[in-house]
């Protein structure tokens, strides 16, 4: 059974930083691609960061230049590193993995940036 696992998260105050961890158990074959999305209250789950097992990565417009993906194909890991944290990055945040066509997702972790 594929399962992801998210670690990471919790309380930040505005200005701070934060990493979110992701591990994919239950397969050797390589997600591609790995990603965090992130819905807030009210508000549609959202990309916030994609990248593909030959490294390209892609951000949302608000998280570009203070957010940075990266991943472990080998471990089938990625994690998100958060700076520059605004109240507005306030939400739950889900790891994203693909595997022959099928989406898999993390239970969620919460991230709160207040003072």
């Known amino acids: 059974q594929v399962q992801l696992v998210e670690s990471g998260g919790g309380l930040v105050q505005p200005g701070g930083s934060l990493r979110l961890s992701c591990a994919a158990s239950?397969?050797?074959?390589?997600?591609?691609?790995m990603g965090w999305y992130r819905q807030a209250p009210g508000n549609q789950r959202e990309l916030v960061a994609i990248i593909t097992s030959g490294g390209s990565a892609a951000y949302e417009d608000s998280v570009k230049g203070r957010f940075t993906i990266a991943r472990e194909n080998n471990k089938n890991t990625v994690d998100l590193h958060m700076n520059s944290l605004k109240p507005e990055d306030t939400a739950v945040y889900y790891c994203?993995?693909?595997?022959?066509?099928?989406?898999?997702w993390g239970q969620g972790t919460q991230v709160t940036v207040s003072s």
């Open positions: 239950g397969t050797v074959i390589i997600m591609d691609p």
């Open positions: 994203n993995g693909r595997r022959l066509g099928k989406d898999y």
